[in-house]
């Protein structure tokens, strides 16, 4: 999918962020559904599932100014949604509590450890985005590629691999293929991020799954 | 007790990202058996210092999802068969969960009364108008 901000989204941002009413009412009805969709099956109460889409939206706005247009809209507010379902979880005693909400976020939605202190973050965050970007733009190019020649079965292998973490013979059971088909995809698919990598200037530490 | 998920499925899990089942499961497991928490954290600490894994890349932003306009084509049945084939892969064998809510989403506009929608939208309308920007 395309992962940045698309214009009319950027002209509703860009609305919202001076104060106009109407075009966040827009925003509401464009995205209510889908976050409300989102979090409803994981929480029987309705009620309960509908203010924790009322919470993401009132902590979009607050962290409206750190917002990146470079970021997907839609996992941007996904992405709220998954921390304040996660809260909401933990409180009602399902998820156990694990260090996982900054002191620095003011809105408290967003996942990092809170015992971390600056110190100890070996690599930037600035660094760290960079790298990040590198291997989204790579793998992002890889999969238009397969889309494009209709390459439909390596995309669902690679899926499976790296998003599910399936073994090489349960995704060959699965797709029905054999493994050494399933070896190969693995090979050539790690072979071209490597060279995508490299070609970016970037270190192989970054990603040592491409390198073991 | 051994327990039965691979550090993808504990990545996923942090995220909220693994089917509901799944998410489910875990927690059930984190009950019983201490030693996944540690797993938990450790995955935490590795984040913390920089490193992320391609899975962990590939789910953060949604590489392979097709677009809205790509599922509402799927509902209507209209989009290519290896095409669709796929949307169905990855709903219901990756089960994606933004997707399956985007789905969801998408079917419950054409079958939802105007007027429970409308009631709904008002009320988030209400409780978060006063956190909007002051007019420039």
Redesign the interface.
């Known amino acids: 999918?395309?992962?940045s901000t698309s214009s009319s989204e950027t002209l509703l941002i860009s609305r919202?962020?001076?104060?106009?009413?109407e075009a966040?009412?827009e925003f509401?009805?464009r995205y209510?559904?889908?976050?409300?969709?989102?979090v409803?099956?994981?929480v029987a109460n309705r009620a309960a599932a509908?203010d924790l889409?009322?919470e993401t939206?009132?902590g979009f706005?607050?962290s409206?100014p750190n917002y990146d247009p470079d970021q997907?809209l839609?996992?941007y507010l996904?992405?709220i949604a998954?921390?304040k379902?996660?809260d909401f979880?933990r409180h009602e005693g399902?998820?156990?509590t694990?260090?996982?909400v900054t002191e620095e976020s003011s809105d408290g939605w967003q996942?990092?450890?809170r015992g971390?202190r600056a110190s100890?973050?070996?690599?930037?965050r600035e660094?760290?985005g960079l790298?990040?970007s590198a291997?989204?733009r790579a793998?992002?190019e890889m999969?238009a590629h397969w889309r494009r020649r209709?390459q439909?079965e390596r995309?669902?292998c690679i899926?499976?691999l790296?998003?599910?973490?399936w073994s090489n013979k349960e995704v060959a059971t699965?797709l029905g293929i054999s493994e050494q088909t399933v070896a190969n995809y693995k090979f050539e698919t790690i072979a071209r991020?490597r060279t995508a990598i490299a070609g970016q200037g970037l270190p192989e530490e970054?990603?040592?799954?491409?390198y073991q | 007790m051994t327990v039965p998920f691979c550090t993808t499925d504990l990545e996923a899990y942090l995220d909220e990202a693994l089917p509901v089942e799944e998410m489910a499961g875990i927690e059930k497991a984190l009950r019983d058996d201490p030693s996944l928490a540690r797993q938990l954290a450790a995955i935490i600490a590795r984040r913390d210092s920089g490193l992320i894994s391609l899975g962990e890349v590939w789910r953060r932003h949604r590489l392979s999802c097709p677009t809205r306009q790509e599922l509402g084509s799927f509902l209507l049945g209209v989009l290519p068969d290896d095409a669709a084939n796929y949307v169905t892969f990855h709903l219901e064998v990756v089960g994606c969960r933004c997707c399956q809510a985007n789905v969801a989403d998408l079917k419950n506009r054409s079958a939802e009364t105007q007027s429970s929608a409308e009631n709904r939208r008002r009320k988030y309308f209400q409780s978060s108008a006063g956190h909007l920007p002051r007019k420039s």
Request: net charge neutral; hydrophobic share 45%; proline share 5%.
């Open positions: 999918m395309d992962i919202i962020r001076s104060g106009e009413a966040w009412d509401i009805a209510e559904g889908r976050l409300l969709g989102f409803v099956r994981r509908e889409v009322q939206f009132v706005l607050n409206l997907s839609e996992g996904f992405s998954a921390h379902l996660t979880l399902r998820r156990p694990m260090p996982l996942p990092v450890d971390r100890s973050i070996v690599r930037s660094r760290h790298e990040e291997m989204v793998v992002g999969i209709g439909w995309l669902q899926e499976l790296w998003v599910r973490g699965r991020l970054v990603f040592p799954e491409l």
